[in-house]
């Protein structure tokens, strides 16, 4: 299949990567020249350029561009499609998406695979990056069944899970797994940034480990991925950080009251509930969010 990725950046970048190693034929599209000349030579791509154009002859249009740009890199691509290319996109945001795209493009279906590092573009490409994850697809009553049927196709040769679900309660349930956990390790890093001994800090930062490093990986990643999941999720963020907020806030008064019973039941009710998170049952592809 001739498959066309728009944004050569991590994700768009290993979802090359795997499907040309699938046999797959991979036409790349990125506004840098640079970052084309880069991609052809790292074997990412049959054939790239920054002019759209070069889509014409793609089945399969895959936009990965970040969110705030996905709709007017969408605009730009649609004019290049053929007749009956299926057009998806990669963003982690999808009610926006899809209700700013859909409307330019019959054979639309949003997508969000979910998996990456905290690294971005060309150098965060990973081979086998999907495999056993799920990728989200948020069909409307207006997409076509062979689209869905093409995607899942494709979807299955990455190793990866297809999941179908509402563009909205999408967004609800990434806000809880995948974009809160990106605030709230930045909160833990900057909070640590407040030690006002040099020396505590200091050795604050020689000790950490394993916890830390887990705890704070998404905080320390790509800043302007994190600002386009708050500017373009933003009500469902604000919810989860609410909760969270709520959550701290009992855990300090307990604490503070020396009501050692709530901690405890606390915490084991948090070791209870995690596996039903990232241990999911037999068949189930693992909820691993970047």
Known sequence: MRIGIVGLG????????????????ILGVSRRAETVDRAIAMGLVDGASVDPAILRSAQVVVLCPPIGQMA??????????????????????????????????????????????EKSGLEAVQRNLFVGRPY??????QTPPEAIATLKTLIADLGAVAIDCDPDGHDRAVAWISHLPVFVSAALIDACLTEGDPAIAALAQRLASSGFRDTSRVGGGNPELGLMMARHNRAALLNGLQKYQEAIAGLMGAIAADDWDTVHST???????????????EGQPPQRIS
């Open 10 to 25: 991590g994700i768009g970048g290993s979802l090359a990567a795997d499907w040309r190693d699938r046999g797959h034929h």
């Open 72 to 117: 007017s890199v969408a605009a730009q691509v649609v004019p290049h499609l053929a007749a009956g290319t299926v057009l998806t996109d990669a963003g982690s945001v999808k009610g926006e998406i899809v209700r700013a795209i859909a409307p330019l493009w019959p054979e639309f279906l949003g997508g969000h695979p979910m998996a990456g590092t």
């Open 136 to 141: 989200v697809l948020t069909p409307t009553a």
């Open 267 to 281: 915490l084991e009710r948090t070791q209870s509930a995690r596996p039903k998170f990232v241990d999911p049952p």
